[in-house]
T-cell receptor, first 113, second 115 residues
Framework: DAGVTQSPTHLIKTRGQQVTLRCSPKSGHDTVSWYQQALGQGPQFIFQYYEEEERQRGNFPDRFSGHQFPNYSSELNVNALLLGDSALYLC????????????FGSGTRLTVV | AQSVAQPEDQVNVAEGNPLTVKCTYSVSGNPYLFWYVQYPNRGLQFLLKYITGDNLVKGSYGFEAEFNKSQTSFHLKKPSALVSDSALYFCAVRDRGSTLGRLYFGRGTQLTVWP
């Protein structure tokens, strides 16, 4: 049973560029949440997708956007990258009817130079 | 606003000794409480959660946590630490108000168990 798959694992981008990160949820899960984990910090909630709609959003600017596809996979897009966007981006999937069981992916390490 | 505090950035213990990683929270209502562990360059692995009932929750790898409502704490414990327990530990909370809840994490505590 595959867990949460994130791609790519590592990424280096230049300031001002745009990036897309991808997440395939655990089989049977229908909800995807994205978190940003800066160095030395705990994960911070970015947003959550369910039924292809953004359901909740954390305190992140509009440069951060997302999408969920009919197969429940999700993308996180970040525009106009800043140095401060360098972080580990984690995807977590869950099932809405059993919302306490979160499965995290291994993350995408984004470095902005 | 929901917040989670892990007052110790680092905890060091000798193998075989008991360990405690502290967590306190400030939330409205009665939240769900979680502990996750993170190994280098990896995502978060679930250890245990408190939903309701018994204040002592048993989880994976011999870990347990004690929920204390009056002190708003949820400390992680293990009777006998292993070197392989060395990792970064996160406490998290989620409110009960929605089926689409989000997690609020503490800053993490680096646990080092020396031989």
């Amino acid at each position: 049973d595959a867990g949460v798959t994130q791609s790519p694992t590592h990424l280096i981008k230049t300031r001002g560029q745009q990036v897309t990160l991808r997440c395939s949820p655990k089989s049977g899960h229908d909800t995807v949440s994205w978190y940003q984990q800066a160095l030395g910090q705990g994960p911070q909630f970015i947003f959550q997708y369910y039924e292809e709609e953004e359901r909740q959003r954390g305190n992140f600017p509009d440069r951060f956007s997302g999408h969920q596809f009919p197969n429940y996979s999700s993308e996180l897009n970040v525009n106009a990258l800043l140095l401060g966007d360098s972080a580990l981006y984690l995807c977590a999937s869950s099932l809405v009817d059993r919302g306490l069981d979160y499965t995290f992916g291994s993350g995408t390490r984004l470095t902005v130079v | 606003a929901q917040s989670v505090a892990q007052p110790e950035d680092q905890v060091n213990v000798a193998e075989g000794n008991p360990l405690t990683v502290k967590c306190t929270y400030s939330v409205s209502g009665n939240p769900y409480l979680f502990w996750y562990v993170q190994y280098p360059n990896r995502g978060l692995q679930f250890l245990l959660k408190y939903i309701t009932g018994d204040n002592l929750v048993k989880g994976s790898y011999g870990f347990e946590a004690e929920f204390n409502k009056s002190q708003t704490s949820f400390h992680l414990k293990k009777p006998s630490a292993l070197v392989s327990d060395s990792a970064l530990y996160f406490c998290a909370v989620r409110d009960r108000g929605s089926t689409l809840g989000r997690l609020y994490f503490g800053r993490g505590t680096q646990l080092t168990v020396w031989p």
